[in-house]
């Protein structure tokens, strides 16, 4: 069977924690693992911008061994021009893995179904899988186990990185706490999931409306953007919505003294969060960035893996 990771619980428990020892070991030793030798090729699709994503895969590619196809829809023959069905059957013949970033999660999940070889979500508008693997090795340096800690995700709700922490942080058995106005929690399907999944790895799900409330105590404190790509036109409304949830130097007071700040970036220090937190002692979102590639190098690794034993 190909393993592809669309979403976060497309890895169990036991099978993110392969892949997060994977990523530590990496960035020990970036040369360790070279499944791609001698320039076998990895296609990075873009349908949105990105500056992380592009260069961290790029970066990772090339580590591994392999050559990395930088594509856009625009200069392709994706983006309505020519089927997805089509485009991955051509594609597996190709290269080794497709990495997409794209709008619609049904994008990906069609890309999915028609390839041979292992496709990972580098961001839709539901998931972003691979920014919670590098939060959650970025996590583990800091923390040392997972397992038990508490994180509290505080703006857009009902955007990738709030359903995606849902999912891969139940997965890591970590008490995941979201603090969102109404209007904006994430979808119920994904809620529920988080809850099912939390109950068998130990962790817990809980939803916040209030700022404070949510952060009692927490480990981890982490924002996102409130206006996503391709939610420019929402953008007033959105910031006079979301206000009392900027993360400020007052609100990391009431987490733990020890508390970290994370933030997948970019970042807008007028808005989600005050230029004294993430520039701040608390703030590790340099070393979060930097473990894109690490973490998913480790993803890539593993997947191929797990593709050809099958
Ligand atoms: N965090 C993240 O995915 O950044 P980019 O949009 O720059 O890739
Ligand atoms: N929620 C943000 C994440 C960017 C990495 C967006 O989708 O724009």
Redesign the pocket.
């Known amino acids: 069977m190909i393993r592809h990771m669309l979403r976060d619980d497309d890895l169990t428990h036991a099978e993110q924690l392969e892949v997060l020892d994977l990523a530590a070991r990496l960035k020990r030793d970036p040369f360790a693992a070279r499944p791609l030798e001698n320039g076998k090729t990895v296609a990075v699709i873009f349908d949105k911008t990105s500056t992380r994503t592009r260069i961290s895969f790029a970066v990772g590619v090339s580590d591994m061994g392999g050559y990395p196809l930088l594509m856009d829809s625009q200069s392709s023959q994706l983006g309505g021009k020519e089927s997805i069905e089509d485009t991955s059957k051509v594609m597996s013949r190709m290269v080794e893995t497709i990495v997409w970033r794209t709008f619609a999660q049904a994008n990906v999940e069609e890309m999915a179904a028609h390839a041979s070889v292992p496709v990972i979500n580098a961001?839709t508008d539901d998931f972003?899988p691979c920014?919670i693997l590098a939060d959650l090795q970025t996590i583990r340096e800091q923390k040392g186990e997972l397992r038990g800690l508490t994180a509290t995700y505080l703006g857009d709700a009902a955007?990738?990185?709030g359903h995606s922490y849902l999912l891969g942080f139940a997965t890591a058995g970590m008490n995941i706490r979201v603090a969102c106005p109404e209007g904006y929690q994430p979808r119920e399907d994904i809620v529920a999931d988080a809850k099912r999944i939390a109950a068998t790895t130990g962790g817990s799900v809980e939803i916040f409306t209030d700022a404070s409330a949510s952060v009692q105590g927490a480990d981890v404190i982490i924002t996102?953007?409130w206006v996503?790509?391709g939610q420019e036109s929402e953008k007033a409304e959105r910031v006079a919505t979301f206000g009392e949830y900027r993360v400020t130097g007052e609100l990391m007071a009431q987490a733990k003294s020890d508390a970290i700040f994370m933030h997948?970036l970019p970042a807008y220090r007028e808005y989600e969060v005050a230029p004294e937190v993430i520039d701040g002692p608390q703030s590790v979102v340099w070393d979060e960035a930097e473990n894109r590639i690490h973490a998913q190098k480790a993803l890539m690794v593993w997947l191929l893996a797990k593709s050809q034993a099958a």
């Open positions: 961001l972003h920014q955007n990738n990185m996102d953007t996503s790509m997948c």
